[in-house]
């Protein structure tokens, strides 16, 4: 276990996964995934811990696999049950750079937080504050300068551009649609 200088903890981190309970008397932990691109355990050496009160340490992947749809983690250092406890409820996190790179028309539901959404007329609509999704087109919600919240499917015949440098995206919304 490492504990990390300033600049390793700002670093930008994306979740993998969260350790729910320990799992055998050799230090395992089993972690729900949180990740759609299970595979990159195939080329992960090291996770950054992140603990239920913010801390942030450098940890040795030394073994992993799967259960069921689950993932089961084996750090160095973690070598017996007692040891593996005091990781149960962490998360788990590689660095921003080591995502897997989607197409150019996907995003990740944290690149689009915290986006602002304007109407092709120019008018400010407010700020991503979250993606909702309802088993068919996925809904940006967003939060005007007043708290209140507007659904905005993620059509294409509504969502124009978005622009994740710039962090803005353009919608033309049908008429009614941010009424409701």
């Given amino acids: ?15 993998v996964a969260r350790a729910t309970k320990t799992r055998g008397l050799k230090g395992e932990l089993v ?7 299970p595979e990159r355990f195939e080329t992960v050496s090291r996770v950054f811990g992140i603990g239920p009160k913010g801390e942030r340490q450098e940890l040795e992947l030394e073994n992993y696999w799967f259960q069921n749809d689950r993932v089961v983690l084996k750090f160095s250092g973690y070598d017996n049950v007692d040891s593996a406890k005091a990781l149960v409820g962490f998360t788990f ?45 996925e809904l940006l919600v967003v939060e005007d300068a007043d708290r209140s919240e507007h659904l905005i499917p993620m059509a294409e015949s509504i969502v124009v551009s978005i622009d994740i440098s710039s962090k803005r995206i353009l919608i033309d919304p049908p008429e009614g649609l941010l009424d409701l």
Avoid: H, Q
Avoid at 1 to 15: D, F, Q, R, V, W
Avoid at 93 to 122: H, I, K, M, Q, S
């Fill in 1 to 15: 276990m490492k504990e990390l200088s300033g600049e390793e903890s700002a670093e930008e981190l994306i979740t």
């Fill in 31 to 37: 972690a729900d995934l949180l990740t759609d691109f």
């Fill in 93 to 137: 996190a590689l660095p921003e750079e080591e995502r897997v790179e989607l197409p150019d028309d996907e995003f990740y539901d944290w690149e689009l937080e915290g986006c602002l959404v304007e109407t092709n007329a120019g008018s400010s609509v407010g700020k991503v504050s979250r993606i909702l999704r309802t088993g068919g087109v």
